[in-house]
């Protein structure tokens, strides 16, 4: 889950990444945010998170489970791999957020996408669909994160492998969630380059002088 309590400390931190990577000054969402109303918001963002990984999938993973002889093994690999998604989201959202520009909506996430397709196939289906809906209203706070690793698979997959063990570790993860940050910062930031439109609505020509 999201440390909360020292959501401030991680955003100086991605602005300090930014800095030191010679980026554009990052820009946070809500300037001047009272403490109190900021966690506040996060806490609940942590409680969307948690239902998410814990409940997300939850349709598909009933499916898979009627698969004779291989379906308990194939839940629990495709839970694992849920659950280490989650972890590169969580890494990529303050980086993401501080990207300069406005931040939008979003689009629609791919697993809420792919769900909904799913479901509009068959009668059948239609639970899948359902929980398309259900799970893109949960994940709406990281459409921008999800639509970062839906362009840039490869990079986000090396990036989760080389974080996900020791965010996972109790007590060692905390520490190494600044790593994280600002590893999460350096690959937003490279893409910002590679890409030349961030994530974000670009500001006015005059404006990026």
Known sequence: MPPTLLWPLWTRLGKEARRALGARPGEEERPGEPYRKLLVRETMKALRQAAVVAMG?????????????VGHGITVGLGLLWAWYWVVLDCLEIPVEL????????EPTWFERGLRHLGGRSRWLVPFSWSGRFLGWLSRP?????????????????FGAGTVAFLAIPILGVFFRAVAITAATALVVRQE?????????????????
């Open 99 to 106: 990207e300069p520009g406005r931040l939008g909506p979003g």
């Open 193 to 209: 380059a590679a890409d030349r439109t961030p994530l974000r609505e670009l500001a006015p020509p005059d404006d990026l002088a």
């Open 57 to 69: 999938l939850a349709p598909v993973f009933v499916v898979v489970e009627l698969l004779p002889g």
């Open 142 to 158: 990281w459409r921008h994160q999800a639509r970062f690793t839906e362009r840039h698979a490869w990079e986000s997959a090396g």
